[in-house]
């Protein structure tokens, strides 16, 4: 309840989002509060990860995107024209559904984002990538193998190094795009684990398929349903009380 | 029904037999060439036919002259033709996807990559010997053959660029890069063993090509070792051409030794890119 | 930062277009000296004319003994290449183990590499030599060697192709030939060649265009002597070859004579560029058959 007195770390006012002329997100409006760990859960198609990708305009690149509405971090409207999409970047991280680090060495992929900064210096490279696989949990492991290229590590240790990459550059929001789908029971439960922990420092917002996971680890959880946000509520409130029947039927399985 | 079978069936052995044969054909060929040219030419392969100048005298002659002028060539034309190549390419599939100048650009190189080499010399002799007047020298000579093998680099850098996945590209803008700053650091080290695989094949091609260099000048008969880029200067495949249309034996041996040498340069070159690719392709096993 | 982006991507397609700047030099070029040249000679002449002798006293400028010369030794050299190159493509596709497929490719390839002037000499020292003994009738310089030795360093390009060609054709058309029954032999020229015809057709017609631009093969064992024939067994000129003869000789720039290698530029020119476009055109619209 205090929490909700706090300023909103991430507002979105009547959003709509077109392909050409297919509509992909119908007026849909979220507010998110920081230090949270928000799920995006609906069936394949209904819009949750083109709505991530709206926060850190990941989806300028596709061709025909349009966009009406607002989105606001920390009161700034990030689509404003003024707004440069490299700094937006930086204070949003992304994390994605397959591990994608590059092919380099595991200390390469941590310092990349600092490096494209200019931060040059190696006492701060170091110590950003020691912090970085601490706070991803993985530093134990990789420690002396910072060298090693980090396509030789295992799935859920290259979804980490990714992780630890997109923290180095120290993001106030992290989004994942289902981080752990890709990976194995194991590397899935160290995750949401991390999830957990990560949620101190940072706003988190995950889009997951899978429900149990969902209720894992948010705090809160916006159902989605062919682009419309059908419902946002505390967790436990959508799983054993929601308001609306469609997640009803999403929740215990009746499609999807 | 069954005599149809066996028709068939013998028509098929027999095509693989002859499938056989018209492979092993080119083989073939391939080793009849090599052997010839072994055969008469590998007793002229001593110190002084490598560092001889010019002489009417089939046994004084030697390589000395043109072998700089490839290495030259090979200097020059790299150092025009690599980065023009690498940047267009860069251009073309990073940054120009959607324009029309790019799809303009790319029916021109398409196009470029089947005119015949010496229409190449006739514009060289034009713009570079003539109107810049740069002369029959190895600037002009290596300012040819780029502008030849470019479509060569710019197809094998994009093939390379294209190869990256699109997701070390979404990694890099998610954590902030800009559009170069991604290329440079990602795109091109990751594309790197392509790229450069293609480009010591297009140097192969340059230095064995020989008709665009004969319509701008370069000579058939000098005597000076070239020592600047505006030098006059020659290059072994003109000197394989000039030795062939002498009648002394002692020439056509003297051509067949040449041979050996520009065969060896070639063959290393094409050796290290296969070996280079093959390289690469294990190491980023996408 | 937003303005460094800006002229990295401008230097980049400064370099890009340094193509586009290559197609109009030679356009400008090649007209700009052959109109000189079509002011002179009038274009019937140059088209209908059956000799070319711009070097001698009595001059003539007809194209057609140098078109002549060219066609010639191309067509011997597809003649030789395409149903080698066909059948490799078709024996490596079809019948050959994967193994065998991947150690020949790159040997093939290797034919593709070697220096034209190397594969000159070993027409006019080998394989004249070898065909004199069976057509003794055969001089010296002539269209058949030359011819048959262009045939086979373009057979990779046939055969490279014309592979691709097949193995895009749909599994579903192969099982559909074998589950009745067919033999490989049957099925790879009742089905698949069929199927992938435009492909070949495609490598032949850029193995002609090839063949065509060819120069230093027939410039070595060819011989300097243009005539309108089909007799592969005397010399002939082709356009190529007179160009480099031009430039080997001491032609005063601007001279009438400096202008026929122009003109024998740009009629070499065409037919390339008209070929390789028809390529691609069958290409294009082909392609679109099994997307």
Not at chain 2, 31 to 46: E, H, K, N, T, Y
Request: with cysteine; net charge positive; proline share 5%.
């Amino acid at each position: 309840m205090v929490k909700d007195l706090m300023s909103p770390k991430l507002i979105a006012k009547d959003v709509n989002v077109f392909y050409d002329e297919a509509h992909v997100i119908k007026n849909v409006s979220i507010s998110i509060q920081p230090n949270t760990v928000t799920a995006f859960i609906g069936p394949s198609g209904c819009g949750k990860s083109t709505f991530l990708r709206l926060i850190n305009r990941m989806n300028d690149y596709i061709d025909g995107f349009r966009k009406t509405g607002d989105i606001l971090i920390d009161g700034d409207d990030i689509y404003d024209r003024k707004v440069r999409v490299e700094e937006l970047r930086k204070k949003v991280g992304m994390v994605f559904q397959k591990p994608n680090p590059f092919p380099k060495s595991i200390y390469e992929n941590v310092i990349y984002g600092l490096r494209i900064q200019g931060i040059n210096k190696k006492s701060v490279l170091d110590e950003a990538v020691e912090r970085s696989l601490k706070r991803a949990a993985i530093w134990e492991e990789v420690k002396d193998n910072l060298n090693k290229s980090a396509l030789s590590l295992s799935g859920g240790q290259q979804q980490r190094i990714c992780i630890a990459r997109t923290l180095a550059v120290e993001p106030s929001i992290v989004l994942m795009d289902e981080p752990a789908s890709a990976l194995d029971p194991i590397s899935t439960a160290k995750i949401e684990e991390l999830i957990y922990e990560l949620k101190t420092q940072y706003t988190i917002i995950i889009v997951t398929h899978n429900m149990q996971q969902a209720g894992r680890v948010s705090d809160k959880v916006a159902f989605f349903y062919i682009g419309e946000l059908i419902e946002f509520s505390e967790t436990k409130e959508i799983f054993i009380n929601p308001k609306k029947e469609l997640t009803q039927n999403y929740i215990t399985g009746r499609f999807g | 029904m069954s005599r149809h079978i066996d028709t068939n069936r013998l028509k098929d052995n027999l095509f693989r037999y002859f499938g056989i044969a018209c492979t092993l054909f080119g083989l073939l060929m391939l080793g009849v060439f090599l052997f010839s040219v072994a055969q008469q030419g590998i007793q002229r392969l001593d110190w002084q036919f490598f560092t001889s100048l010019p002489s009417r005298k089939p046994e004084e002659a030697g390589i000395l002259i043109p072998l700089l002028g490839t290495i030259w060539i090979m200097v020059l034309t790299s150092l025009i033709a690599i980065p023009l190549g690498v940047a267009s390419g860069i251009y073309l599939e990073e940054y120009g996807k959607k324009n029309r100048i790019a799809s303009l650009i790319e029916i021109n190189i398409t196009n470029l990559a089947g005119v015949p080499s010496i229409i190449y010399g006739l514009l060289a002799l034009e713009i570079f010997v003539r109107i810049l007047g740069l002369g029959k020298s190895l600037i002009a000579g290596s300012l040819t053959l780029a502008l030849l093998i470019l479509p060569i680099i710019i197809v094998a850098t994009r093939e390379a660029l294209k190869a990256v996945p699109k997701t070390i590209r979404e990694a890099s803008y998610a954590l902030g890069a800009t559009k170069w700053q991604t290329t440079w650091f990602q795109i091109l080290p990751a594309s790197s063993g392509g790229i450069v695989t293609g480009v010591i094949l297009a140097i192969s091609r340059a230095i064995g090509e020989t008709a665009p260099l004969i319509v701008i000048g370069a000579m058939l008969y000098i005597t000076t070792v070239p020592t600047s880029p505006m030098d006059d200067f020659s290059v072994l495949p003109i000197q394989i051409f000039n030795w062939l249309s002498r009648p002394q034996k002692g020439f056509i041996i003297n051509a067949t030794a040449a041979i050996i040498v520009l065969l060896a340069i070639t063959f290393i070159l094409n050796g290290i890119a296969i070996s280079l690719r093959n390289r690469w392709q294990k190491k980023v096993k996408w | 930062m937003r303005t460094k982006e800006k002229v990295i991507e401008w230097l980049l397609l400064l370099c890009a277009t340094v193509s586009i700047l290559t197609t109009v030099g030679i356009l400008w070029v090649l007209i700009s000296e052959s109109s000189v040249f079509f002011a002179k000679v009038p274009i019937s002449e140059f088209l209908f004319d059956k000799q070319w002798t711009p070097l001698f006293d009595d001059k003539h400028f007809g194209i057609m003994s140098l078109v002549s010369g060219t066609m010639l030794t191309s067509l011997i050299a597809v003649g030789v290449a395409l149903p080698i190159g066909l059948t490799i493509a078709v024996y490596l596709n079809e019948y050959a183990p994967k193994s065998f497929r991947k150690s020949i490719k790159p040997i093939l390839e290797i034919l593709a590499a070697i220096p034209t002037v190397v594969y000159g000499f070993f027409a006019l020292m080998v394989v004249t030599p070898f065909l004199q003994q069976i057509f003794p009738q055969m001089s010296g310089f002539n269209a058949l060697s030359p011819g048959i030795v262009m045939g086979i360093m373009i057979i990779p390009m046939i055969s490279s192709l014309s592979e691709d060609a097949l193995y895009a054709v749909p599994t579903s058309l192969r099982e559909a030939s074998y589950g009745i029954g067919a033999t490989r032999f049957q099925t790879s020229f009742k089905v698949l060649v069929p199927a992938a015809s435009s492909g070949i057709i495609v490598s032949v017609i850029l193995a002609i265009s090839r063949a065509i631009g060819e120069t230093m093969i027939v410039a070595i064992a060819a011989g300097q002597q243009p005539r309108l024939t089909f007799n592969p067994f005397v010399p002939i000129e082709t356009i190529t070859t007179y160009i480099v003869q031009v430039s080997l000789g001491d032609v005063v720039q601007g001279s009438l004579e400096y202008q026929t290698i122009f003109a024998a530029g740009i009629a070499l020119f065409l037919l390339t560029f008209i070929l390789n476009n028809i390529s691609f055109y069958i290409k294009k619209k082909f392609q679109e058959k099994y997307e």
